[in-house]
């Protein structure tokens, strides 16, 4: 199955400044748009705090590097070992952390798998009906030891494939275009659903179709 080429420019937040300093971009929706499903004070917490650590961690390791001041997140990470030793480490993890926060703030705005949908028809043609891509990638985001994400990605050939990455690690920096994402850090539902990562699965996808 090959994805339409829009769906490959649907890079999140374009709108926003994509170099040093990096801003925290707003939701772009309320704190309480998505209740039930995520509650609003996960939404907070999750947004105010943790993303704005990432935020100001990548400023601050790369303050000291003006050369590298206009870099994307996406050079940043796919691009890493070009950068000095030293913050090596910590622009992969705290760009990460920006890029894929990014990613999901902006894809939960948007119920990216609403029928009709270009997505979701890739998606349907790809793994044969969206329950089956829905039980794979639930799955998927079942079996994450940890922190980390599961995908959809489209590869440089356009096919789609399902998997996880650990911590703020993400498909960019495997060549794959991000397509579709869930955040199963325990700080993205612990408050909602405590340790129960299934509830939590289940709505999200709820808040995407
Ligand atoms: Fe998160």
């Known amino acids: 199955m090959f994805v339409a080429e829009s769906q490959l420019q649907a890079a999140p937040a374009l709108e926003y400044q994509n170099h040093y300093p990096f801003p925290l971009i707003p939701l772009g929706y309320a704190y309480s748009a998505l209740e039930p499903y995520i509650d609003t004070k996960t939404m907070e917490l999750h947004h105010d705090r943790h993303l704005k650590t990432y935020v100001d961690n990548l400023n601050a390791a790369l303050a000291p590097y003006p050369e590298f001041h206009d870099w994307s997140l996406e050079l940043l990470l796919t691009q890493n070992d070009v950068l000095p030793d030293a913050i090596q480490t910590a622009v992969r993890n705290n760009a ?3 890029y ?5 703030f ?5 119920s990216p798998l609403k029928q009709g949908s270009i997505l979701r028809s890739d998606i349907e043609q790809t793994f044969g009906s969206f329950a089956n891509f ?3 990638f639930t799955k998927a985001a079942l079996r ?3 922190s980390g994400y599961a995908w959809l990605s489209s590869d440089k050939l356009g096919s789609m494939q399902i998997s996880t990455t650990a911590n703020q690690s993400n498909p960019l920096e495997l060549g794959l275009q991000p397509l579709f994402t ?14 129960v990562r299934a509830d939590y699965v289940a709505d999200f996808f709820k808040l995407s179709v």
């Not at 902006?106 to 948007?110: D, I, N, P």
């Not at 199963?184 to 405590?194: D, N, P, T």
């Open 182 to 195: 869930i955040d199963v850090w325990e700080h993205a539902y612990y408050l909602k659903h405590y340790n």
């Open 100 to 104: 894929n926060h990014n990613f999901f």
């Open 134 to 136: 829905k039980d794979a």
């Open 106 to 110: 902006s894809q939960l705005g948007k």
């Open 144 to 146: 994450v030891f940890g």
């Open 96 to 98: 990460g952390g920006v």
